[in-house]
């Protein structure tokens, strides 16, 4: 309590009573003065302290001078009138490789503990039986997949694969645990900056009507969705409302989302056929969308990858405007003749969840066909040469995550080298040797890809009958087309 | 003690005029001037301890704390305890005066010491600045060996 606060709360009662009994000693010792307005002066007090810090956290103002001190349950409350409420994370997944010495039956418990050398639990989330059968053999070795789960949300969670881990279940028998692919689906709670950043636009008409509006219902709908782009009538990018004339009719909306930070890739196992070919359009499969089909391997050896395959959208009259959506249908042509194979690819979820929103009866805009697509891709990539006095196992999950934070959430047409550097050098524990070169692979909606590579910069060039710009094209990038080698 | 002439007067809430038969306080709807407000002024800080009064630390006194912490003590460590706390009341209420004389302390005194094991009988007399006594006994409990 603030003895000043208290003193002025003293005062007060006793300036009331004064002015209202006159005849009344409020003097120090009385029992007027010691039992009366010591105790109302106390209540009275502690009631102002209250009103006074209420009222501070009520003003939005005070929260957007400084987000990060306010309460989050306060800012919660506050950001309810403006129909919007935080993200709250998602936890991270993954598969991870066990490889075992011995060719026998494993059984894997749920909630069995995986950690990194860093320290990050993941947990099973369910029992695995493994049969002999099941197991993959690697030299003298064998191996099994298992899926865990984070322990808690957050992108910190979101390992590379390869990564080391430890566990104590199959003692005797394992070998090494790693991580098999990239760990996907690991999204930080939103920060008090990051809601407040939504309000201005959360008020508005909540229908799929307008660019605002579209943006702020996807969002808040979408707590995973990170950037928004509606093209719609009198966009250059909208090719699909063109007649069978060639003139622009309106009536259709392109809703380009990225949702979380880096993309995910999923495998799907197919069998060519025997031209070596194969599709992919099942939605039901979850064979798409995919940004990218990063590579293929066969069923009976899957850590042996191809990519020397070709990708065509099929199936529609014009596919290419289709793709990255729900309804695109690719065809692979590989040299693999009728094998059974895993193919890796790399996509970004909830695009079928949101266009289910927004085909739905409650939220359909009726004036417009509204088709959800990733942002087309430009996959970066590049080989880093550095040197630092700290330890590859110290420094180089700092790099890759500060690339992935940065590409991935970069929204200019251009990317520079420089800015590159920049993220880098804000480490401050590397040096790198120049020229640095980058590689941009550019997945074109009709299957094709054009890539360019510059020591200087990677720049999206607008082809508006494909549908690309800047405001389609987004630049990605996963840890595997990070190359790190440390110089001595 | 002398009647009280309340003309002009600022008067305080009569605390207690007695006991119940169950030891219950009594709080009448009655009111003080003169010198029986300095008498309930001066009970009223003696058995304030020392700092627990938020809204004025300086009021009371330190007896009670020092009892009720101490182990079977001497009945001349208790005079001594009572004659210190008195002499601090009396300090603390000539700090706040009233307008009329007859409210003012001018000397405060232990005029009477009585114990037994368990509890002491502390006669104090108050004397106002007009010169008016007024004398009173305070039992208290004691870990008296």
């Not at chain 2, 010169?131 to 009173?136: D, K, L, N, Q, V």
């Amino acid at each position: 309590m603030d003895i000043t606060k208290l003193e002025e709360a003293r005062l007060l009662m006793i300036k009331l009573i004064n002015d209202n009994y006159p005849n009344v000693d409020t003097r120090k010792g009385t029992v007027i003065h010691d039992l009366l307005v010591s105790m109302a002066a106390l209540g009275y007090a502690s009631i102002s302290e209250d009103i006074a810090s209420f009222e501070e956290k009520m003003y939005l103002q005070q929260i957007v001078e400084d987000p990060a001190s306010a309460d989050e349950a306060v800012v919660d409350g506050i950001l309810s009138n403006f129909y919007i409420s935080r993200k709250l994370g998602g936890k991270a997944k993954g598969l991870v490789k066990l490889e075992v010495s011995e060719s026998r039956a494993y059984y894997v418990d749920s909630n069995s503990l995986f950690q990194t050398i860093d320290g990050l639990n993941y947990y099973t989330t369910t029992d695995y039986s493994i049969l002999p059968e099941d197991l993959f053999q690697q030299d003298d070795n064998y191996y099994f997949f298992v899926e865990v789960q984070a322990e808690e949300v957050g992108s910190s969670y979101m390992i590379a694969e390869t990564t080391a881990m430890q566990t104590s279940i199959l003692s005797g028998s394992l070998v090494s645990a790693e991580a098999f692919n990239d760990f996907d689906g690991g999204i930080d709670k939103e920060s008090n900056q990051e809601l407040l950043d939504r309000a201005p636009i959360s008020l508005g008409t909540r229908a799929l009507s307008s660019r605002q509006s579209i943006t702020t219902i996807l969002q808040e709908q979408f707590p995973e969705v990170r950037q928004i782009t509606v093209i719609g009538y009198n966009d250059r990018e909208m090719q699909r409302d063109k007649n069978n004339v060639g003139f622009k009719i309106g009536g259709k909306a392109d809703i380009y989302v990225r949702t979380i930070v880096e993309p995910l890739n999923k495998t799907i196992e197919k069998t060519t056929d025997a031209n070596g070919e194969f599709t992919l359009t099942s939605l039901e499969n979850g064979e798409v969308p995919v940004l990218r089909v990063r590579n293929i391997a066969l069923k009976s050896n899957p850590l042996n990858t191809i990519t020397d395959f070709t990708v065509t959208a099929i199936g529609r009259q014009n596919p290419h405007l289709y793709r990255f959506s729900i309804y695109e249908q690719l065809k692979i042509e590989t040299s693999l003749i009728e094998e059974d194979i895993i193919v890796t690819a790399d996509y970004i979820p909830f695009i079928e969840s949101i266009q289910e929103y927004v085909d739905s009866e409650e939220s359909k805009y009726i004036r417009s066909d509204t088709l959800i697509r990733s942002y087309m891709p430009c996959f970066i990539s590049m080989t880093i040469n550095y040197r630092s006095s700290f330890p590859t196992s110290e420094i180089e999950p700092q790099i890759k995550s500060k690339l992935i934070e940065f590409i991935n959430t970069y929204d200019q047409d251009i990317l520079y080298v420089s800015k590159i550097m920049d993220e880098l050098h804000n480490l401050d524990i590397i040096n790198i040797n120049l020229p640095l070169e980058i590689t941009g692979t550019f997945y074109l909606p009709d299957g094709n890809t054009t890539s360019q590579t510059s020591e200087n910069k990677i720049q999206i060039e607008s082809d508006f009958d494909l549908g690309i710009s800047e405001k389609t094209y987004r630049f990605f990038i996963v840890p595997s087309d990070i190359g790190l080698n440390k110089l001595v | 003690m002398s009647l009280v002439d309340y003309k002009d007067r600022k008067i305080d809430i009569m605390m207690t005029d007695g006991y119940t038969d169950k030891l219950s306080f009594i709080f009448p709807n009655k009111i003080v001037a003169g010198i029986q407000k300095m008498v309930q002024n001066f009970i009223l800080r003696f058995f304030t301890a020392l700092g627990s009064n938020i809204i004025d630390q300086n009021a009371g006194t330190q007896f009670a704390q020092e009892l009720k912490t101490a182990p079977q003590v001497e009945s001349g460590y208790i005079y001594q305890l009572m004659s210190m706390a008195v002499t601090d009341v009396a300090s603390q209420m000539q700090q706040v005066p009233s307008n009329f004389d007859d409210e003012n302390i001018e000397s405060a005194r232990i005029s009477s010491f009585e114990s037994e094991k368990g509890y002491a009988n502390v006669g104090i007399e108050l004397i106002s600045k007009v010169g008016e006594s007024y004398e009173f006994i305070v039992p208290i409990t004691v870990p008296i060996s």
